[in-house]
């Protein structure tokens, strides 16, 4: 099977996810309207909703081995290019809203929160790697940072149990409980929080 071949399985199984979890989020939220006997554009966004299908799939149902490595790309690649796009439309928004007096305002409150969110982490004692996922998270975008950073806590080479192993790497698909038990030091398919 080609390198093409091996991820579009689980590009295609994320795609699902995905279009299932913004058809439940609309049909939450216009539900949830209609309840308060009111209309329009659901309220409920299909960003977290298709994230915690996805957590629950991948934790309640064995999924297939041919699934990993699209997983796998659309977690990384897919997501941190989908991140970067989103940033780039608010920022020429809110550039041209706010103008170029609004860029140094943003940029240090983006800075006073990761500073002031660190610092207090490390003030509760929270471990460093969950301290900078918080700090990212409250800093920047909230739950696509946090996916998009936590990668960058591990090493390309280490375990989250801190074996090393040539084909580990960080992922952030998260492996199930029963999965967990099984794992060996060459599994490449890691959780975010582990």
């Known amino acids: 099977m080609s390198a093409r071949a091996a991820w579009l399985p689980g590009l295609l199984a994320a795609v699902v996810v995905m279009l299932v979890g913004f058809t439940l989020a609309d049909a939450l939220g216009r539900a949830l309207l209609a309840a308060r006997g009111l209309s329009g554009a659901s309220p409920i966004s299909g960003v977290p909703v298709a994230i915690v299908l996805g957590l629950l799939l991948r934790n309640l149902l064995p999924l297939p081995a041919s699934l990993g490595t699209g997983l796998k790309f659309c977690t990384t690649t897919v997501l941190r290019l989908g991140i970067v796009l989103v940033g ?106 582990n």
């Open 88 to 193: 780039i439309k608010l920022s020429v928004l809110e550039m041209a809203r706010l103008g170029a007096a609004g860029v140094p305002v943003v940029l240090t409150a983006i800075v006073t929160g990761l500073v002031f969110v660190t610092w207090f982490n490390r003030r509760l004692g929270l471990p460093p790697r969950l301290g900078t996922l918080i700090a990212a998270g409250t800093s920047i975008c909230g739950v696509t940072a946090i996916v998009s950073t936590a990668p960058l806590g591990r090493t390309a080479h280490q375990m989250p149990n801190g074996s090393a192993t040539r084909e580990a790497s960080s992922s952030a698909v998260p492996e199930s409980k029963s999965e967990a038990g099984k794992r060996s030091s060459t599994n490449s398919m890691t959780g975010v929080f």
